[in-house]
Antibody, heavy 121, light 110 residues
């Protein structure tokens, strides 16, 4: 079964750090771009970051540039999001998602169940 | 960065047809993909590319595009189609490897 499972969420104080993980199974992880997408409580979806198959290219939404770092370990079939200098507005459910291949405009065809990050004192 | 705008909410009678629209400059260059999200659940891809449905998505879901507007049509809406729907595409305003999501549309089936 194709599956993505996130972990690492929790409660953290403003200015703190957290590292999210996403374990992939059921497909050749190293063949896909991967993304993180978040959703603040009661709000819409927001794309956060993505990373190329070999990790050589990484891109971020402006609001997290310089604070978040996306990475991957293809040997462990895992995706990560290191989040530093966290702010209240980073509070959200964080999903990892697989980017479909050969789709003009892109698409996220597999999603994890999400992990909740709460930034509060 | 680009923006994708959707109507906040639409309603449809059971068995009738509803169209959800998504507007944005990036849609002049890229197809939109569409996601269904039910409360407490992760989004699910329902339409991608020109008009493609992943395996398991009913054929009552279809997509189309014209100019800067993409549309998701549900023909013969069912009670289980009540959900939030989001469009998504690559960002054409700068780096084409990043993405933008629409503002979301809540669909109510009456």
């Amino acid at each position: 079964e194709v599956q993505l499972v996130e972990s690492g969420g929790g409660l953290v104080q403003p200015g703190g750090s957290l590292r999210l993980s996403c374990a992939a199974s059921g497909f050749t992880f190293s063949s896909y771009w991967m993304s993180w997408v978040r959703q603040a409580p009661g709000k819409g979806l927001e794309w956060v970051a993505n990373i190329k198959q070999d990790g050589s290219e990484k891109y971020y939404v402006d609001s997290v540039k310089g604070r978040f770092t996306i990475s991957r370990d293809n040997a462990k079939n895992s995706l990560y999001l290191q989040m530093n200098s966290l702010r209240a507005e980073d509070t959200a459910v964080y999903y990892c998602a697989r980017e479909a291949t050969m789709v003009r405009g892109g698409a996220f065809d597999i999603w994890g169940q999400g992990t909740m990050v709460t930034v509060s004192s | 960065s680009s923006e994708l705008t959707q109507d906040p909410a639409v309603s449809v009678a059971l068995g009738q047809t509803v169209r959800i629209t998504c507007q944005g400059d990036s849609l002049r260059s890229y197809y939109a993909s569409w996601y269904q999200q039910k409360p407490g659940q992760a989004p699910v891809l329902v339409i991608y590319g020109k008009n493609n449905r992943p395996s398991g998505i009913p054929d009552r879901f279809s997509g189309s595009s014209s100019g800067n507007t993409a549309s998701l049509t549900i023909t013969g809406a069912q009670a289980e189609d009540e959900a939030d729907y989001y469009c998504n595409s690559r960002d054409s305003s700068g780096n084409h490897l990043v993405y933008v999501f629409g503002t979301g549309t809540k669909v109510t089936v009456l």
